[in-house]
């Protein structure tokens, strides 16, 4: 543990900062393709469908990393 002006501060373990930091990733990443690309697909049905596949896998894939970082953070 760490005192930083006066606090105590716990490091994160290196595994679980990179869980954290690649959901961080993801989330911006999920964000564009909801927000951004979905929306700018040229209303070409396939390029949106395909939006929506990869953001949902991403979104499926940021689910199993942020149960795992809970778990490393109990």
Do not use: F, P, T
Not at 33 to 57: F, H, I, P, T, V
């Amino acid at each position: 543990m760490k005192e930083i002006n006066h606090l105590s501060v716990n490091m994160l373990d290196n595994h679980a900062y990179n869980l954290m930091s690649q959901i961080v990733e993801d989330h911006r990443s999920l964000w564009r393709m909801r927000d951004m690309y979905e929306n700018d697909s040229g209303g070409c049905g396939e390029c949106r469908e395909l939006w929506q596949k990869l953001a949902d896998s991403r979104q499926e894939e940021m689910g199993l990393m942020v149960r795992m970082l809970k778990e490393h953070l109990k």
